[in-house]
């Protein structure tokens, strides 16, 4: 899941990260279902590991290649079962 870390209105840098979770949580995805890409590498906000870092633009750039792509085949978007983890849910699964 990504996670905000600059919120200032118009970052200089990147300003969403990676968490680490859900990392294989849709491994099973058609090609179509998918945007490669080349994030930035940089220390995590949380610690010293390295993590995949994101510009608010690049996102909301790769979600409307994503729709532009499914738009017509939105009977083929896999299904996703719920868990107490599911993203945008707390740990609590609220």
Not at 17 to 36: I, M, N, V, Y
Not at 43 to 61: M, R, V, W
């Amino acid at each position: 899941m990504l996670k905000s870390i600059d919120p200032v209105h118009q970052p200089v840098g990147p300003d969403w990260e990676w968490d680490g979770t859900f990392g294989s949580l849709l491994r099973d995805l058609e090609g179509s279902s998918t945007e490669l890409i080349d994030p930035v590498l940089q220390k995590s906000s949380d610690n010293e590991d390295q993590t995949y870092a994101f510009k608010t633009e690049e996102l909301q750039g790769i979600g409307a290649a994503l729709f532009e792509q499914l738009i017509n085949c939105v009977h083929r978007i896999p299904l996703v079962k719920a868990t107490n983890t599911f993203p945008y849910w707390t740990g609590a699964g609220m």
